[in-house]
């Protein structure tokens, strides 16, 4: 059981490259989430997705888009890459809410991104 | 819109020392509060509080929440330079399916 997996952990661009992060779980989670996270900043959310198929906007989405093609993926994309992108990205999964499930969010170990 | 705040954003204590961490909160139809430990890398989950007054323990480590004044405290005794690391606060209201983070409190443990 690995839990939340990212790839790739480190990543250069230069700026206008475009590239895309990875996100798996194995736990069978409907919620998928993309955070950035800067410093002083906490944690800002890009996107989410509560199933498969279904995407909405956090509280930090533009110059991102992603796609949940698979329930057990949830893809990070950067069309044209930008400096103030230079950041650290978390994936988390968490159940649906309810039935006596935690809201817990469980954590990927992050990506690190710079964009030059 | 829904809002975490926490404090201080930064705590350099002695080996031995306790600490509190706070965390305040304003959130439309509440219905649960989180605490994480970040070390290195990926959050790791500590408590989830629902309910006032109830507190929970983890060794050394005590949270509580107040819902009428709109807070959480998270207690760590005897601490340990292994405590070192962010603590992040999240809250999540019953309509919505994503946790607002808080700033994070920097705890650094000197020996």
């Known amino acids: 059981n690995a839990g939340v997996t990212q790839t790739p952990k480190f990543r250069v661009l230069k700026t206008g490259q475009s590239m895309t992060l990875l996100c798996a779980q194995d736990m069978n989670h409907e919620y998928m989430y993309w955070y950035r996270q800067d410093p002083g900043m906490g944690l800002r959310l890009i996107h989410y997705?509560?199933?498969?198929?279904?995407?909405a906007k956090g509280e930090v989405p533009d110059g991102y888009n992603v796609s949940r093609l698979k329930k057990q993926n949830f893809l990070l994309g950067l069309e044209s890459a930008a400096p103030s992108q230079t950041s650290v990205y978390f994936c988390a999964s968490s159940y649906t809410r309810g039935q006596g499930r935690t809201d817990t969010q469980y954590f990927g170990p992050g990506t690190r991104l710079t964009v030059l | 819109e829904d809002k975490v705040v926490q404090s201080p954003l930064s705590l350099v204590v002695h080996e031995g020392d306790t600490v509190t961490l706070n965390c305040s909160y304003e959130?439309?139809?509440?219905?649960?509060l989180l605490w994480y430990k970040q070390e290195k890398k990926a959050p790791t989950f500590l408590f989830m509080l629902?309910?006032?007054?109830i507190e929970k323990k983890s060794g050394r480590l005590s949270s509580i929440l107040d819902k009428k004044e709109l807070f959480s405290i998270l207690n760590i005794t005897a601490t340990q330079t292994g405590d070192s690391a962010i603590y992040l606060c999240a809250v999540l209201n019953q309509g919505a399916q994503k946790l607002v983070f808080g700033q994070g409190t920097r705890l650094t443990i000197n020996p």
């Open positions: 959130v439309t139809n509440f219905r649960s």
């Open positions: 997705s509560v199933g498969e198929g279904t995407t």
């Open positions: 629902t309910s006032s007054g």
